[in-house]
């Protein structure tokens, strides 16, 4: 970072007709760089969600409701794609008790393809405008969860779950709205189903009891909910879903182990009906070396230590 630093009192309307510190030095310490939020000076008020209520614009730094004679959806679209809230589902002239002063809107110069707030001449008006978009809803989360590896979030690598395991796919959302329904939508490679359950807490769990490989494929949540005398939906990312076979998983945590103990029983008890002969005390080296990681010059060690007490109790009993 080696521009100027600028120094706004906040008044400014633009950047650069701030001061500035009038050096080109790099002044800009570590966590003093300047982060910014941007929005269009339009918004939707009195509603449940951003993308639902009383159109409001400032223009002229005045923030004001707005009216039309000739309001139309196709008005509308202009706003909700101004919000980034999708396309519009509907939209009404509501009348109010008093005047108050309103933005009205050039209609030539809507259709034209400019911004709403490029639009705007001062009135006085009793009706307002209410307007509902498409994106009212946020995006549902899913998650599943199985006995073998947990929970997991939807993420590029997918969840896994063995065969004949039990797993739940888990569908929820912030809460914004009471009720609705989420739908559980399957895909694979030769099948597609659909599960549906009613939103509790905002939330539902799909309990599929034995994994195997037809539940194999893509998950998804799509949350319903009829709000404004509309229905409106959002859907969560793709879950992929992986199910493993788990007979290489148990042959690892079983029968090796198992092997490596029968083979380490059967050597110590030929080792000990031939005890004394050097052969047998190196395999059992070796298999000791192999299995536990013990170097082997230690095992030597040990060995000659033994063989030397072996002899020195084997010579006082020919002595007594």
Not at 59 to 86: I, M, N, Q
Request: proline fraction near 4%; include cysteine.
């Amino acid at each position: 970072m080696w521009t100027k630093e600028f120094q706004c009192g906040g008044h400014e309307s633009a950047l650069l007709d701030c001061r500035s510190s009038g050096s080109d030095r790099n002044t800009c310490s570590p966590g003093k760089a300047v982060g910014l939020t941007c929005s269009e000076p339009v918004r939707l008020v009195g509603g449940a969600s951003r993308c639902a209520g009383t159109l409001e614009v400032k223009h002229e730094g005045d923030w004001r409701p707005v009216d039309d004679f000739y309001w139309s959806l196709k008005k509308a679209a202009v706003a909700c794609r101004d919000l980034d809230c999708g396309s519009a589902v509907s939209t009404r002239r509501r009348m109010e008790s008093s005047e108050r002063s309103v933005w009205r809107i050039k209609s030539h110069c809507v259709h034209s393809g400019s911004a709403l707030r490029e639009c705007l001449t001062s009135g006085l008006s009793s009706s307002i405008l209410d307007l509902i978009c498409s994106d009212l809803l946020l995006q549902p989360i899913i998650t599943v969860s199985s006995s073998m590896y947990g929970v997991s979030k939807a993420q590029q690598q997918g969840a896994r779950a063995l065969r004949r395991s039990t797993f739940t796919i888990l569908c929820s959302i912030q809460p914004q709205y009471p009720g609705g329904s989420f739908h559980l939508t399957f895909t694979s490679s030769n099948s597609a189903h659909n599960y549906t359950q009613p939103a509790v807490n905002h939330s539902a769990h799909f309990l599929f009891p034995a994994a195997g490989p037809a539940h194999q494929g893509s998950y998804s949540c799509v949350y319903h909910l009829y709000v404004f005398n509309h229905t409106f939906s959002s859907e969560s990312r793709l879950l992929s879903l992986t199910v493993l076979d788990p007979t290489p998983l148990i042959i690892k945590a079983v029968v090796l182990p198992l092997t490596l103990l029968v083979v380490t029983v059967a050597l110590y008890s030929y080792c000990k009906a031939n005890r004394g002969q050097m052969p047998c005390r190196q395999k059992n080296t070796e298999l000791d070396h192999y299995i536990l990681g013990v170097p082997a010059a230690e095992e030597e060690e040990e060995e000659e230590a033994e063989e030397e007490e072996e002899e020195e109790e084997e010579g006082a009993q020919g002595a007594e």
